[in-house]
């Protein structure tokens, strides 16, 4: 079968196999080639992280089954293939949700451990590796172990953030967040630029559970960096339940709707949306966490060709410098990126390729057009200069000597790989594109 990230620029023929459940896991990994196997789980990383072009791969779907959950202590034990969406309606009327939330219910669990992913409430709760108490794990060679940060130490390490060349994961122990109601009280408000916007986040993230940021990026001079922030607290009480209404993009647009144009026009519209003076309101989790969700298919927007999304993450001693110089690249570049974000996060994760560290973090979206990768080639640059790193669940176009550089880890993490998987076993686009797996 095909299989393609949700860029829509990298795509994989594979052969699939989906196993009836933990006990045919090692059976997979054993009849993997000599390009071996990697999961893929929701299709909602970007690029090629969970693509394996002319090998195996294991579709998760049925490994989806919820085993326990103690109301008591929150803990949880799931199989990979459960999407943050079956943890929302399952347990949020109960008054649990997930610790944390990437920007889409889609999301696996396994994707999550395997990506070490973030949400808009880092600054407090760290990223989702940061909450899982162990996991069972396959081996490369079909045999299962527990791994936690007391039992295998160094694999567990390697496993978070590890983008999915450990093993194949077949549960996951983590805690869940008791949370007062189904809604947060959010509040929106304009910021004239970039300046204001890191002294408002510095504000902000201490006090407000939820941070994040929109960034007009083509707005200049004296306007650079201006948008919207919204902060948000758990409420009090549960707004009334409502059955979810879903569009979606039924084609592909053409390539010519997105441009510096029409972007231009929609950053105008979303800027002046939030009254002058900000606005509070209730809105459902649902809707505040995965906003993108309301659109299925929304990445057709970008047409055929698909789209990269750049994330960095730079250092809280060189973002308010380094920041600028990404928006002014991006800016005089002309490209059209109205998907962008700016957060703040709070600190390391606990995987060797785990992507936060204390700093900002600026995401953005931008059409597969020719002279693309000239702009990406600029921001990979300027992100190293500054100390900061690319996400690699979002990439599909970072080198192999810029990912050495910005992964201080790799070492730590090659050196797990070599002693479990000498055969590699595991492997991906991602990991032959970034060198990781080299055969022996």
């Given at each position: ?22 006990t045919?896991?090692?059976?997979a ?14 299709g ?7 693509l394996?072009n ?25 199989g ?9 309606h ?10 944390v939330?990437?920007?889409?219910g889609?999301?696996?669990?396994g994707g999550?451990?395997a990506?070490?992913v ?10 989702f ?35 999915g060349l ?21 509040r ?24 994040v940021?929109?960034?007009?990026t083509l707005?200049?001079g ?20 409502a ?10 647009f ?8 029409t972007?231009?026009?929609?950053n105008?519209?979303?800027y ?11 809105v459902?989790?649902e809707?505040?966490?995965y906003?993108?969700?309301?659109l ?34 991006i ?16 600190g390391?994760g606990r ?34 200069e ?31 790989l ?5 055969e ?9 594109r ?7």
């Amino acid at each position: 079968m095909s299989l393609c990230g949700w860029g829509r620029t990298t795509y994989a023929r594979v052969s699939a196999c989906t196993p009836p459940g933990r006990t045919g896991v090692g059976e997979a990994i054993a009849a993997a080639d000599d390009h071996g196997l990697i999961v893929y789980a929701g299709g909602r990383s970007y690029g090629d992280v969970a693509l394996n072009n002319g090998g195996r791969t294991l579709l998760s779907a049925a490994l989806k089954r919820i085993y326990s959950f103690d109301p008591g202590s929150g803990e949880l034990v799931c199989g990979p293939g459960v999407t943050f969406n079956d943890l929302l309606h399952r347990f949020l009327p109960d008054g649990y949700m997930a610790p944390v939330n990437p920007g889409t219910g889609y999301v696996s669990v396994g994707g999550a451990v395997a990506n070490d992913v973030h949400g808009k409430n880092h600054d407090h709760a760290g990223s989702f590796g940061d909450h899982v108490l162990w996991m069972d794990l396959v081996l490369p060679d079909g045999k299962p172990v527990r791994v936690s940060p007391d039992e295998h130490p160094d694999l567990f390490a390697a496993t978070i953030g590890g983008i999915g060349l450990t093993g194949v994961i077949v549960a996951v122990c983590f805690r869940m967040q008791k949370v007062p109601s189904n809604a947060v009280v959010l509040r929106e408000e304009r910021v004239p630029d970039l300046d204001a916007f890191l002294s408002r986040l510095e504000e902000v993230r201490s006090g407000r559970t939820y941070t994040v940021g929109w960034i007009d990026t083509l707005a200049r001079g004296s306007r650079l960096g201006r948008g919207i922030l919204e902060s948000a607290d758990p409420a009090h009480e549960s707004l009334p339940s409502a059955t979810s209404r879903r569009a979606r993009v039924p084609v592909d647009f053409p390539g010519f709707v997105l441009n510096s144009w029409t972007v231009r026009a929609f950053n105008q519209l979303y800027y002046r949306r939030v009254p002058r003076g900000g606005r509070e309101r209730r809105v459902q989790f649902e809707r505040f966490l995965y906003p993108l969700d309301a659109l299925l298919d929304w990445n057709r927007i970008y047409g055929k060709r698909g789209f990269f999304q750049f994330q960095c993450v730079l250092p809280e001693g060189t973002g308010a410098a380094g920041l600028p110089r990404l928006l002014e690249e991006i800016s005089r570049s002309r490209a059209s990126s109205f998907l962008t974000t700016l957060k703040t996060l709070g600190g390391s994760g606990r995987g060797y390729l785990s992507f936060p560290m204390r700093g900002y973090t600026l995401a953005l979206d931008f059409p597969n057009k020719p002279g693309i990768e000239v702009l990406l080639g600029r921001l990979v640059r300027i992100t190293l200069e500054y100390g900061g790193r690319t996400y690699l669940a979002k990439d599909a176009w970072l080198s192999a000597g810029a990912f050495q550089q910005m992964y201080p880890g790799l070492k730590k993490f090659v050196r797990v790989l070599e002693e479990i998987d000498p055969e590699v076993r595991m492997n991906s686009d991602l990991a032959r594109r970034l060198q990781i797996r080299l055969p022996h």
